[in-house]
């Protein structure tokens, strides 16, 4: 019976089994194998198959990522506007005058929309730092806006002073 040398060659370049092995699997001896691996270079052709193969495997698990990633982000600003939404509605039901809330609510409604901001900004791929001289007007507005919150939280921290001066 003939030696099928396409299926010894594709065993080995294929596999991960060393010569011998394929040489045992078929039935044929080993130095014939391994002769005729090295004058047909089957080694150099299983690294490149195996290169090929890691470089397929690399590109399945990058679009996994990819496709996770982006299902994440999305969830992270879906997540983001919904607190911001939570924000607006407490903000509005005090009248949307910060006055009306204590320095602590406002606060923590700061604390809140910076989150949120934080998260919408990290899963669109954005630098969470305003350090970028390209700042847009909406950004100008929102950092006045929460400028303008902080401060009216700091006024209402300060305790009013309603005593009379001591005299002497």
Same mark, same amino acid.
């Given at each position: 019976?003939?030696?099928?040398?396409?299926?010894?060659?594709?065993?080995?370049?294929?596999?991960?089994?060393?010569?011998?092995?394929?040489? %045992?699997?078929?039935? #044929?001896?080993?130095?014939?194998?391994?002769?005729?691996?090295?004058?047909?270079?089957?080694?150099?052709?299983?690294?490149?198959?195996?290169?090929?193969?890691?470089?397929?495997?690399?590109?399945? #698990? #990058?679009?996994?990522?990819?496709?996770?990633?982006?299902?994440?982000?999305?969830?992270?600003?879906?997540?983001?506007?919904?607190?911001?939404?939570?924000?607006?509605?407490?903000?509005?039901?005090?009248?949307? =005058?910060?006055?009306?809330?204590?320095?602590?609510?406002?606060?923590?409604?700061?604390?809140?929309? %910076?989150?949120?901001?934080? #998260? %919408?900004?990290?899963?669109?791929?954005?630098?969470? %730092?305003?350090?970028?001289?390209?700042?847009?007007?909406?950004?100008?507005?929102?950092?006045?806006?929460?400028? =303008?919150?902080?401060?009216?939280?700091?006024?209402?921290?300060?305790?009013?002073?309603?005593?009379?001066?001591?005299?002497?």
């Amino acid at each position: 019976m003939a030696t099928d040398w396409g299926a010894v060659r594709l065993a080995y370049v294929g596999g991960t089994k060393t010569l011998r092995e394929v040489a %045992e699997d078929f039935g #044929i001896k080993a130095a014939g194998v391994m002769g005729r691996a090295a004058r047909e270079k089957w080694e150099a052709d299983r690294k490149h198959a195996s290169a090929q193969v890691s470089k397929a495997a690399e590109s399945v #698990i #990058i679009d996994q990522r990819t496709d996770e990633l982006a299902k994440s982000n999305e969830a992270n600003i879906k997540l983001a506007r919904a607190a911001r939404a939570q924000v607006a509605k407490h903000f509005n039901a005090a009248g949307g =005058d910060a006055a009306k809330l204590s320095a602590s609510e406002l606060n923590t409604l700061m604390q809140a929309v %910076e989150k949120a901001q934080r #998260i %919408e900004r990290l899963a669109l791929g954005a630098s969470t %730092e305003n350090n970028s001289t390209n700042m847009t007007l909406k950004e100008d507005n929102a950092n006045a806006a929460a400028e =303008d919150f902080m401060r009216l939280a700091k006024r209402h921290e300060q305790p009013k002073d309603n005593s009379q001066p001591s005299q002497k």
